[in-house]
């Protein structure tokens, strides 16, 4: 995948493309069925392919105090793009001079000078240009003046469920990951490093990993069965995400207990997938009624962990 830049456009490879434009936060199977298609589409054409996104969202720019926490990181974002095998992507930074682009300047500047777009792939609900005042609409008046031919996809639905970045935030933020991973049409995972902790999972005979500097969306607080993949190997994980109330702990921390798994991986990289929830977070009267409690934690995270290694229905994507 070739990543494109204002400065290196027109591209001397590049004849014609056929260009998908969006946000993409999450690649969830939306996103995924519309960059599909712009794939085979160009590889019918003998076009290339070229993802056109943004960062950060505009909403950051426009209000934000209400910005969305993003679903994953921009390089976990770009690693999702380049596995549905585009074949170049320009990120525009969105900034005061992007945002006052009329949609006709959008139009010339962007998609036909810069990237000769010969077919533009979009959702339902595509708007472009200022004051969001390019629409469907308009963009099908400018794509007949200039001979671009137009695919727009309609809503996407799973069990009744409009597949949306929205949508998908509101499950994680539920606790619902399995939802959630059925409109991603993968598990959700987190990126961060290892840190040391405050030493109270080894004191109670549940060590933990903990994780920081993670930029991905983080699921509601509670016990998690999941996996952790570290040093390029997966491992069966019960995944804490709270404040360790019953120890009167105020900060958020994200834990996870490897099961069977004794060694040091400080500094190291992890992702963390979340399979199932097991139950949300909560103060026990004492350290004692804690313990046994994740000692049934670890055994319903074990069984998550198998029930999905033996039906991989959704994959996960490290």
Not at 285 to 292: A, D, M, S
Request: charged fraction near 20%.
């Amino acid at each position: 995948m070739t990543k494109l830049s204002l400065e290196n456009l027109p591209h001397p490879h590049f004849d014609g493309t056929v260009v998908t434009i969006g946000n993409f936060d999450g690649v969830h199977i939306g996103h995924q069925t519309l960059i599909k298609t712009a794939v085979q589409e160009a590889h019918h054409r003998q076009l290339k392919s070229v993802v056109l996104t943004f960062h950060p969202h505009p909403t950051h720019y426009f209000r934000p105090e209400f910005a969305a926490i993003p679903i994953n990181s921009r390089l976990y974002k770009e690693h999702l793009l380049e596995a549905l095998n585009i074949d170049a992507m320009l990120t525009l930074m969105f900034n005061a001079d992007l945002a006052q682009l009329s949609p006709e300047q959008y139009f010339q500047d962007i998609l036909l000078d810069k990237l000769n777009a010969r077919m533009i792939c979009v959702g339902y609900d595509f708007t472009f240009g200022k004051n969001r005042k390019g629409n469907i609409r308009v963009l099908l008046e400018l794509a007949e003046q200039h001979d671009v031919d137009i695919h727009i996809l309609q809503p996407q639905k799973v069990e009744g469920h409009v597949v949306s970045s929205t949508r998908i935030r509101e499950f994680l933020m539920a606790g619902q990951v399995f939802d959630a991973a059925q409109l991603l049409g993968r598990y959700h995972v987190l990126h961060g490093t290892v840190v040391h902790g405050d030493g109270q999972g080894t004191s109670m005979g549940f060590p933990t990993i903990n994780i920081d500097d993670t930029e991905d969306f983080v699921p509601a607080s509670g016990i998690y069965g999941g996996l952790a993949h570290i040093a390029g190997e997966p491992h069966p994980a019960a995944i804490y995400v709270g404040t360790k109330p019953t120890h009167g702990g105020k900060t958020r921390r994200i834990e996870a207990h490897l099961l069977n798994y004794s060694g040091n991986l400080y500094d190291q990289q992890a992702t963390i997938a979340f399979l199932r929830f097991i139950r949300p977070d909560m103060k026990f009267p004492t350290e004692r009624h804690l313990i046994k409690q994740i000692d049934n934690d670890c055994l319903q995270a074990q069984l998550d962990i198998e029930t999905y290694l033996k039906n991989i229905d959704l994959p996960i994507i490290w």
